[in-house]
């Protein structure tokens, strides 16, 4: 007990804990929910024997991560005894996947709320703290969270996420988001810019613009952008898309360092380049999903682009942002993906030569397209060998990239402490590459002229020029 704190003062005040799964999108949706959640008169706790509410905010991508908040969740067992009162709530993608279903699986959880419905949480809590379960999985066609100030939550200070758009109209065959994460919805580009003033006042000095499909952002005055088409002249004039968008941000905070993601090929415009080039507060790297090298799968995952037009977009990068960093997503062992496909897959990699990569064995999604269409037919033997086979040759990629900067110097922003060793910091370089450096006199939240001296496939190590 605090000192001088009369001891119903500290019972007054709840507490929760917030643990968040998936992508970056799920964690900033967190700072959404904290900030809410904080309204309501909790505190948040960084230590789960104290919380009141213990709130998952998870993902359902493949099957390996809503195993885990199951798992996650049986853990909390044990503080349900110990604590009587304890609530539990689930957030995001498997709330809004599972539904109610889920107060039946898992008998432990009071509370399930959807990506749309966070707005909901308090008169939700409401319920629950009488007793009662509560759910609410309704997806918007508008909701944005654009009056909400998120609370960084374990912030370093230094980077933060701004969500630009919410949900996802692409429906590649495989992929549960549209489903969970409802309809795509642009954001007001005055509240954008406020969030940004905001952590740009409070000495902020990179933000990630986020949204599942970054490159398609436009505003107009609200609503669907298949109704763009219908819009007069005006409207269309005055509308801002991602190009747009980037140099209002590149403008307006000439200091800050700029990001996003994620970017889908057919959506990433010439503009789009252009403008990263003009800016140099706008990082130069890319994260480009591809996902597979060969059309045939292209063509069934409904991905909107032949290998061939994301190699041409790849030669424009390339082209206009000679030292751009690029990225990938890829899945391997898609249904009916043979041997020839995956060679494709791998000669495609060896094309581009990324930066770094995210692999993933296909994993068959309920209520997917792909699930409903398609036989999960290839054998996870084969998906585990392809996936090791493209993981090895994304390192050996990584180690050639990373190669290319020994020498060289970069600007590094400070982010943290070494994982490795408390006498160096570690920060990015523009193009996204992980640099560590002895401390010096330099703090979190500077930028730094870092010269390489060696590297991994992960990481450049090297001294900072700026003494
Ligand atoms: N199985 C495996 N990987 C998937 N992804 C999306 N859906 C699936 C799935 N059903 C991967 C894609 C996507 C990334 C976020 O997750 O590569 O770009
Ligand atoms: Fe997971 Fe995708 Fe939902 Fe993000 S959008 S939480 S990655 S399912």
New binding site residues.
Partial sequence: MGIGLKSNENKVSKKFYIES???Q??FADSEVVASIVSKEGYNSTNNLNDADLILLN????REK?ELTVRKRLESFNKLKRKNKNLKVGVL??MAERLKSKFLDEEKIVDLVVGPDAYKDIPNLLEEINEGRNAVNVILSKEETYGDISPVRLSSNGVTAFVSITRGCDNMCTFC??PF??GRERSRDPKSILNEIKDLNNSNYKEITLLG?NVDSYLWYGGGLKKDFKNADEFVKKTSVNFSKLLKLVAEAFPKLRIRFSTSNPQDMSLDVIKTMANYDNICNYIHLPVQSGSDSILKAMNRQHTREEYLTLIKNIKDIIPNCGISHDMITGFPNESDMDHKQTLSLMKEVQYDFGYMFKYSERPGTFAAKKFEDNVKESVKKIRLQEIIDLQQTHSHYRTRQYVGKIVEVLIEKESKKSNLHWAGRNEQNTMVVFPKQSHNIGDFVKVKVLECTSATLIGVSQDL
């Fill in positions: 799964y998936g992508c999108m799920n998870t993902c359902s991508i991560a995001g993608c549960v988001v969970t994460r599942q």
